[in-house]
């Protein structure tokens, strides 16, 4: 067989049904697609190839997928940190996102955020914000796979000043992404329940149903929002989302800390899946999302970074550590979430909670070729026992020197081959200076 | 004045008492003392100096200071996690530090450790373990500082065969270090008091004392060694150590996780300091150390990684997020341990833990220069609103650019000037084949 790229002489962790490794082996790529995945036996010779690729031994694995984000939030990142949630709200993020959020800082908000996610391995994300078409055209613009939800909230936004329009927005958006862009699947993404009425999440949920899309919501992030839920509705987010019809496998919920045994069963029955941000809970001082009970239920649950707003980065390397150590603490027990559990969610696990497992998620044949190579000569991953400890508990994002996606070479020796990582930052840089100002002279 | 070194164009953060950051400035270092700390004014222009390095708009600070660590458990590093306490202590790592713990695995585990350390912005670390000589010998091989304990305990251990010999091994040791190298700090490390008799722990205490050295002891880790001590002992950990006098400021206990109030009140009379290494004891599953009530009582906490058999790397950059996450979420407080509080922990808090507050850990003129410059020209740390949230929340080790300890440049341009690295990780990896080989046969 013929292939348009080979990757030879790598440590492959497939994360397959078998989470499979292979001490030597080498990955074969043609026309985007992952064509072969084999050791390099004794009377291994290189197959032919348009281009070979020396993995230096370092790890090859599939791309990393970050369930949930909020691509332009990298404007705000650490704007404003270790403050009440409601005064960190209220006087600096909402009125930041009413005043500087425009389709201009949107699309360079996300192109940071594509940036800082290819330099450190995520290949996929599933996004929610507004104005999600300047989002798309920046993801666009530098080769990472997105599932990119329109954001819908009963309040004016950037993009949709009037709210009565925030579903027809969202029909608009994603009719005109459907056929765009392979690499971008559109979604509609309600903000909460707590701030879309019932019929805005009905209609919501509608529309991504009619047109086969996912459907993303945050449900459960604090007590007060749980609390309010009972106090107001009678019974809890879950539930309530789960009576108005909300709940099925195309719907993905961020957060889901606060909820009880009944949320559970209720979740698992409806076979929706969860999207855990542990480092935001954590900095917002929400709480831990009980997902080794979830995961016990058949809940698919993936990992995700949140904004960098609440984090204050992407990088997915450190939020797996995070997440492992996390619920080995929550459960005073070392065995909890081992190394091999805690890359599925950051891989495959992840790809199916955003409906895209049988594209991505594992190095396997007939897979899309989104593949990441770690540069393991490094003092901090020596000696190498278990490749996927080291992913796990010692790697973070700079360790990540080649990224495919879809068979296409995105970062080649650290560096973005697709555009001008510079120019982004510069970009950048030039906003967030109106943006110190804007918010030095107060609210 | 005449400088041995001006690093100049940097954003400045002194961690001084007043926290002054300088958005753009200078340090001035002559014989391995920093002598100016300024902003570069209008009128300003670089002062003479033997050598001038740009750094390029990045963060100059204090390097970091690991308050706790056992540097040849680099050797260890992912061959064992995920698994109950006592399996991981008696099945992997007890066995593996009896019988592949030597003089020569000893060094180079250690001079690894000081790789990594160094190369993720760590300047300074207080270790303890077994064969300390060959520790001190590796880590004066590296330039880096370091308070370097040699391990005491009642069972025979690693060049002590004969517990019996313990305190005068260590004795001997200390003798000799307090005149080797000006970077060195010789002490002495009891293991813990479920390890150690009491004859033991006030013998080694005495030997520290007499000679003004630090004592270093593993205290209330676990949940068990607390129940035990009581039902033992009558007491706490921390109130029996007290009542046979090893409480006082030369002496820092490591974890502390399972303490009372009363406990707390007793450390912040007797005025000694506690070594927190939150991802261990996470990933050990241990607890979380009350350190937020700790510090209200004025009770000095620094920051530890612990060995790399349980955390499992030495980046206190990751430490620091995790720490300042850990305590928001303990507390259901976003406003605990800010991003500047987190970055005393890790540098000036750590020094004084480990009595070298005088000295080190911060950016102050009269101070040793030892100084990290960090590269903030990347996507994860664009755009830049208040450095200290950068250095908690988004940086990583990796983001480390250049290294001085002593005014001495350790690390330049991300490589390390002082000797090579690669011999270094070949010597561990070939080690670390005869380790993966004895361990796989069976303990």
């Not at 001490?23 to 084999?38: C, D, R, Y």
């Not at 459960?220 to 909300?246: F, H, M, N, W």
Request: hydrophobic content about 40%; aromatic content about 6%; proline content about 5%.
């Amino acid at each position: 067989m013929n292939f348009d790229t080979v990757i030879h002489n790598g440590t492959l962790v497939t994360v397959d049904a078998g989470m499979r490794n292979i001490e030597k082996g080498w990955v074969g790529i043609q026309n985007g697609l992952i064509q072969a995945v084999e050791p390099e036996r004794p009377e291994f010779s290189m197959p032919e190839a348009g281009w070979t690729l020396d993995a230096a031994g370092g790890i090859v694995m599939p791309g990393l997928v970050n369930t949930h984000t909020h691509l332009p939030m990298t404007l705000f990142r650490g704007l404003a940190d270790d403050l009440p949630l409601m005064t960190w709200l209220n006087d600096y993020i909402f009125p930041a996102e009413s005043r500087f959020i425009q389709p201009e800082t949107a699309y360079w908000g996300a192109r940071l955020a594509c940036s800082e996610m290819l330099a450190s391995g995520t290949t996929c994300c599933c996004g929610g914000y507004f104005l999600e078409d300047d989002v798309a055209r920046a993801v666009t613009d530098t080769g990472l796979r997105a599932v990119l939800g329109q954001g819908v909230i009963d309040f004016p936004a950037p993009g949709v000043p009037n709210p009565k329009q925030n579903i027809s927005h969202a029909r608009h958006y994603a009719d005109k992404w459907l056929k765009q862009n392979p690499l971008i699947t559109p979604s509609i993404f309600c903000h909460s329940p707590y701030t879309c009425s019932d019929n805005t999440l009905k209609a919501a949920k509608n529309a991504a149903d009619e047109k086969g899309l996912l459907f993303q919501v945050h449900v459960a992030e604090t007590r007060i929002e749980r609390t309010q839920s009972i106090q107001e509705k009678g019974v809890s987010p879950i539930i309530y989302l789960d009576r108005i019809g909300i709940l099925d496998s195309n719907t993905v919920m961020a957060h889901c800390v606060w909820v009880d045994e009944k949320d559970m069963e209720t979740m698992a029955k409806r076979r929706c899946a969860v999207a855990h941000c542990p480092e935001s809970n954590m900095k917002l001082g929400s709480g831990i999302a009980p997902i080794t009970a979830m995961r016990e239920k058949g809940i698919v649950v993936g990992l995700g970074t949140d904004g960098c707003a609440s984090n204050n980065d992407l990088d997915l390397f450190s939020e797996m550590d995070t997440v492992a150590k996390l619920h080995k603490l929550a459960t005073l027990d070392p065995t909890t979430l081992d190394a091999g559990d805690t890359l599925k969610m950051a891989t495959i696990d992840g790809a199916n909670a955003i409906g895209l497992g049988d594209k991505i998620g594992s190095l396997e044949v007939g897979k899309q070729a989104d593949i990441i190579v770690l540069d393991t000569r490094v003092p901090h991953l020596t000696p190498m026992y278990h490749p996927e400890s080291h992913i796990v508990y010692s790697a973070n994002g700079s360790d990540v020197r080649h990224v495919f996606i879809a068979g296409k070479r995105i970062v080649q020796d650290r560096e973005i081959m697709t555009f001008d990582v510079k120019q982004v930052m510069d970009r950048v840089n030039s906003i967030s200076e109106k943006i110190r100002q804007g918010i030095s002279h107060g609210p």
